[in-house]
């Protein structure tokens, strides 16, 4: 990892709150942060910094007096959507079952999906979800719900929301929160022939399944 990213990483997950080490809920509500900066303790990957934006804006929150604002910067911009995210420690997490709600309004014509990805050791994606089968597009402020697991060799948990199409969306009200326990892996058990067979022909199609997504691939780049 490039040791600038590192330093810059760890500044982000040294932000969370005291609550992100234990089991209460951490909210984001943007309150505290000046109008036209970056949310404190977010960040807009450099992958797709040069065409994208984010900031804090002092009007059409969906609750209190600020919200986060994700803005289309350059018409020509070469990167596929914009996004605001934040990232860290996935330790305290682990053998859990995590949610993150987030709302969202969608400015005109623009479509937003929020999203939360769980790295494990080694490279590997754990659970992963961007809301690509449901996208946002309604103007009005509604609030969206992700749901996964947090492996026990997981490293980082990412989450986020983006710009997919169109100039802007807005983000409020976001919480990250615990729960429950993860349960506990069923044990395995002796292959039948035929299960076996099927095991075989299963790992072969495995083998040549596609890459990593554009989305995974992208995000990365910013740690």
């Known amino acids: 990892m490039n040791p600038s990213l590192t330093r810059a990483l760890l500044a982000w997950i040294s932000f969370l709150p005291p609550a992100a080490q234990g089991q209460e809920p951490v909210r984001f509500d943007f309150e505290g942060d000046a109008p036209a900066s ?14 994208y934006g984010a900031e804090v804006v002092a009007e059409g929150a969906h609750a209190g007096q600020r919200c986060a604002r994700i803005f289309l910067q350059d018409e020509d911009a ?13 330790a305290p997490y682990r053998g859990k079952r995590v949610g993150l709600t987030v709302a969202i309004r969608s400015g005109d014509g623009a479509q937003a999906q929020a999203w939360m990805r769980v790295d494990r050791r080694d490279g590997a ?6 809301m690509g089968d449901r996208p946002i597009r309604d103007a009005d402020w509604s609030v969206y719900a992700i749901t996964g697991g947090v492996h026990a060799d ?3 948990i990412n989450f986020g ?3 997919v199409e169109g100039e802007e969306v807005f983000v409020d009200g976001v919480t990250f929160e615990v729960l429950g326990d993860l349960p506990e892996p069923a044990p395995p058990r002796p292959l039948a022939e035929r299960g076996l067979a099927n095991v ?14 554009a989305f995974v691939r992208a995000t990365r780049a910013a740690i």
């Open 38 to 51: 970056v949310p404190s303790g977010w960040f807009v990957p450099p992958a797709v910094a040069g065409g």
């Open 78 to 90: 070469q990167a596929p959507f914009g996004n605001m995210m934040r990232s860290f420690d996935a």
């Open 125 to 130: 994606v754990g659970f992963f979800d961007n």
């Open 154 to 156: 997981a490293e980082f």
């Open 161 to 163: 929301v983006m710009l």
């Open 200 to 213: 075989t022909l299963r790992s072969v199609g495995f083998a040549n399944s596609t890459a990593p997504s």
